[in-house]
């Protein structure tokens, strides 16, 4: 233990003890703080290096697929072109069937236009029968429909006691019922 000759380097020495301690406490609060930020800030580069890993992985992934999309797109149009040429030359082939139109004149022509009209009517066809099969189908629910109504009706009705009531009367007396067989003409 130290020992001072005046009570005054004793405060002295210990104030300035107290000073230094307090200086040293400060300096490794900001040592520490100074580490920590930095090794947040290690972690927070890792993040966002594998955010980015990732985001780039989604990226290519996405551009790959968009890729293939666009050939396939141009595949099918090609496709599509082609078969479109393909019905133009049957439509032509069968104006000109037979050998009856071969000359390429106005009968093959008439026969083309036939043939492109024949194709618009059976396409408006069959848009009326759709048309008219949905048709039916809501009538048919529709009637469906009313008759489960008129069924829920005339069971109210049934079990209504009034009702119940009139029948049991009628039932129970033979003159107002005609007898079986009577009312009816050959």
């Known amino acids: ?17 107290i000073v230094g301690a307090v200086a040293l406490l400060f300096v490794g609060y900001k040592i520490g703080r100074w580490l920590g930020d930095l090794s947040t800030s290690k972690t927070i580069a890792g993040k966002e290096q594998e955010l980015f890993t990732a985001q780039k992985g989604f990226k290519s992934l996405y551009e790959q697929e968009l890729g293939t ?5 141009a595949t099918l149009a090609e496709k599509v ?7 133009e030359e049957y439509r ?3 104006a000109g069937f037979g050998g ?3 000359s390429g004149g106005k009968r093959a ?3 083309y236009a036939l043939l492109l009209e024949n194709e618009a009517l059976e396409e408006a066809l069959h848009k009326q029968n759709e ?6 189908t809501d009538a048919v629910a529709e009637s469906l429909r ?3 109504y008129r069924r829920v009706l005339l069971s109210q009705l049934m079990n209504d006691d009034r009702i119940k009531d009139v029948v049991a009367e009628i039932m129970s007396s033979d003159r107002h019922l005609p007898a079986p067989g009577e009312g009816r003409e050959p």
Do not use: C, Q
Not at 69 to 73: M, Q, V
Not at 81 to 87: D, G, L, Q, T
Not at 131 to 136: A, L, S
């Open 1 to 17: 233990m130290i020992t001072f000759d005046s009570e005054a380097a004793r405060y002295l020495f210990t104030g300035g003890a």
């Open 69 to 73: 999309l666009r050939t396939e797109n």
């Open 81 to 87: 072109k082609n078969a479109e040429a393909k019905v």
């Open 92 to 94: 032509k082939k069968a």
């Open 100 to 102: 009856l139109f071969n």
């Open 109 to 111: 022509d008439a026969m």
């Open 131 to 136: 048309k008219m099969h949905v048709e039916r």
């Open 146 to 148: 009313n008759t489960g």
